[in-house]
């Protein structure tokens, strides 16, 4: 699950970066501001690659995609791409943990394989 879901996040990293592109032409935005909130942004996508497996970790993803997708309101396409980062964080999320799964699964088969042929197998 890992995996997928780091990948996401730092798809999502230059995603931000971008958006912060677009938002700087807009003229009612203060660019510091603009660049405060999107380096925040940037860096806690980042961030959140290590917290993954720590508990709290995928909901605190899933708060990510909520704002990704508020941040619509400011730049317009965000709506699109904000719903599209969270259909792939969800991807990531379910198809991951299954990965994970059938990798546990399949450790376990080898390791009992391995038992029941004993020591004087080798």
Do not use: N
């Amino acid at each position: 699950m890992r995996v997928l879901c780091s990948s996401t996040l730092i798809g999502e990293f230059f995603v931000i970066g971008f958006a912060g592109l677009v938002a700087m032409k807009d003229d009612s935005l203060a660019m510091s501001t603009v660049w405060w909130v999107c380096g925040v942004a940037m860096v806690l996508s980042v961030l959140l690659c290590g917290t993954l497996t720590r508990p709290g970790g995928v909901q605190l993803g899933w708060a990510l995609q909520i704002a990704l997708i508020a941040s619509g309101v400011f730049v317009p396409v965000m709506f699109f791409l904000g719903a599209v980062f969270a259909v792939l964080w969800w991807c990531s999320v379910h198809y991951g943990r299954r990965i994970d799964q059938v990798k546990a699964d399949w450790a376990a088969r080898q390791e009992a394989a391995q038992g029941s042929a004993g020591p004087d197998a080798a």
